[in-house]
């Protein structure tokens, strides 16, 4: 079975910071994709990132870049120059294999301060 | 539409009522999720279907509750005599047959059970 573990419930970051999502991930399955999902308070589920388990390189869209360490199952969530607009709960996902469901962490709630 | 599409939004119950709720997944996504999140908690996951078929329904809580996807687009999830527990937000998701892309979310049904 896969699980995500996120260890950090709530952060607080001085905006124009970068910071450090950590996610840890378990699945015996050798072929899984890893996801960052973003929620702000208005309830939407809004899709970050996707890192693939045989990508050579580190994915990265925009302000946003995963810290992919496979050997250590660490998919952290990196995100430059945060932007008070960055306050949301962050979730880590995880799904093995096309026919598998997608399993999410508990997540971790973000403030940004001014 | 282009996106997913939960309906009701928002549905009140009384305890021991029966109620469905409603998901459209994007056109031509195979895979159609459901979840239940409960507040400040990540998305637990209940079942997954991939076309018409239930490939996993381990996440549903008890035998109240029960999906259905007959012809392999809309999807119902159907809760029989409610109770307070019960209380969440449910989270459709659907995505494309292959593992490197990412679920599209709908916008939720907040049940309440009183």
């Known amino acids: 079975a896969q699980k995500i573990t996120q260890t950090q419930p709530g952060m607080f970051v001085q905006e124009k910071e970068a910071v450090t999502l950590d996610c840890t991930y378990d699945?015996?399955?050798?072929?899984?994709?890893l996801f960052w999902y973003k929620q702000p308070s208005s309830g939407e589920m809004i899709f970050l990132i996707y890192?693939?388990?045989?990508?050579?390189q580190n994915a990265t869209e925009g302000r946003y870049s995963l810290n992919f360490q496979k050997a250590r199952k660490s998919a952290n969530l990196v995100i430059s120059a945060s932007q008070l607009g960055d306050s949301a709960m962050y979730f880590c996902?995880?799904?093995?294999?096309?026919?598998?469901?997608?399993?999410f962490g508990k997540g971790t709630r973000l403030h940004i301060l001014p | 539409g282009a996106g997913v599409s939960q309906s009701p939004r928002y549905k009140v119950a009384k305890r021991g009522q029966d109620v469905a709720l409603r998901c459209d997944p994007i056109?031509?996504?195979?895979?159609l999720f459901w979840y239940q999140q409960a507040l400040g908690q990540g998305p637990e996951f209940l079942t997954y279907?991939?076309?018409?078929?239930?490939?996993?329904k381990s996440g549903l809580p008890s035998d109240r509750f029960f999906a259905e996807r007959p012809e392999g687009s809309v999807s119902t999830l159907k809760i029989q005599r409610t109770q307070q527990e019960d209380s969440a937000v449910y989270l459709c998701?659907?995505?494309?047959?292959?593992?490197?892309?990412?679920?599209?979310f709908g916008q939720g049904t907040r049940l309440t059970v009183v």
């Open positions: 996902a995880i799904r093995a294999g096309r026919d598998d469901k997608i399993i």
């Open positions: 699945t015996s399955d050798p072929s899984y994709g």
């Open positions: 890192q693939g388990s045989y990508d050579q």
């Open positions: 056109s031509g996504h195979v895979s």
């Open positions: 279907f991939q076309n018409e078929a239930q490939l996993d």
């Open positions: 998701a659907s995505s494309l047959e292959v593992l490197n892309t990412e679920a599209f």
